[in-house]
């Protein structure tokens, strides 16, 4: 059973508009969001985290919005560039589970010049 | 600052041979992870660590085994390597309740 899910494998964008990635989650426990953006051959870096008392936060060129009542969240990059082009993952945690985390599958964002 | 580091950071095995895989964070972290990443799978979790001397099984952890040798390592044991068992490893540490931090990885095939 899938607790974190990012239903869209890839999404494409023109260089200076923006990205909307989205994630799903099934566990009402998770109180904790992050999103991690991957190059090839290399580890994940954290990029943005929400906590689930907030519904949004905004870093720069990048915006996440939580929808508890949906059990949605939703990673914004206003103005894409061409070096945002990686895999991006979501990832969950909760107290109950000393807050391991639990990754979806990732989206693959290609901006194009 | 390391961070987080991994070794080796590229394998090739026999089907049957065992290995280790060692990883060792700077940053004073209790939590510690390994992952691994397989195409269209995402970041799946195998084993975790709360806090030094306590291990859990995460998402798939048959074929291996952990030790969290101390605060600051966490090794990952394949006993007889399968070829399903070829993946990107990645460890990571955190302080509870905040984002990991995760190593370069190591690209294991079992042939």
């Known amino acids: 059973d899938q607790q974190v899910k990012q239903n869209s494998p890839s999404l494409s964008v023109q260089e200076g508009r923006i990205s909307i990635l989205n994630c799903d989650y099934t566990?009402?426990?998770?109180?904790?969001f992050l999103w991690y953006k991957k190059y090839p051959a290399e580890g994940p870096t954290f990029l943005i985290s929400i906590s689930s008392i907030k519904d949004k936060n905004e870093d720069g060129r990048f915006t996440v919005f939580l929808n508890k009542s949906a059990k949605h969240l939703s990673l914004h990059i206003v103005p894409s560039q061409p070096g945002d082009s990686a895999v991006y993952f979501c990832?969950?945690?909760?107290?109950?589970?000393?807050?391991?985390?639990?990754f979806g599958k990732g989206t693959l964002l290609t901006v194009n010049p | 600052n390391a961070g987080v580091t991994q070794t080796p950071k590229f394998q090739v095995l026999k089907t049957g041979q065992s290995m280790t895989l060692q990883c060792a964070q700077d940053?004073?972290?209790?939590?510690m992870y390994w992952y691994r990443q397989d195409p269209g799978m995402g970041l799946r979790l195998i084993y975790y660590?709360?806090?030094?001397?306590?291990?859990d099984k995460g998402e798939v952890p048959n074929g291996y085994n952990v030790s969290r040798l101390n605060k600051r390592e966490f090794s990952l044991r394949l006993e007889s390597a399968a070829p399903s068992q070829t993946s990107v490893y990645f460890c990571?540490?955190?302080?509870?309740?905040?984002?990991?931090?995760f190593g370069q990885g190591t690209r294991l095939t079992v042939v």
């Open positions: 940053m004073n972290h209790n939590s």
């Open positions: 990832a969950a945690s909760d107290w109950g589970s000393n807050y391991k985390l639990t």
């Open positions: 990571a540490s955190s302080e509870r309740g905040a984002q990991a931090f």
């Open positions: 566990n009402s426990m998770f109180d904790y």
């Open positions: 660590s709360a806090s030094e001397g306590t291990t």
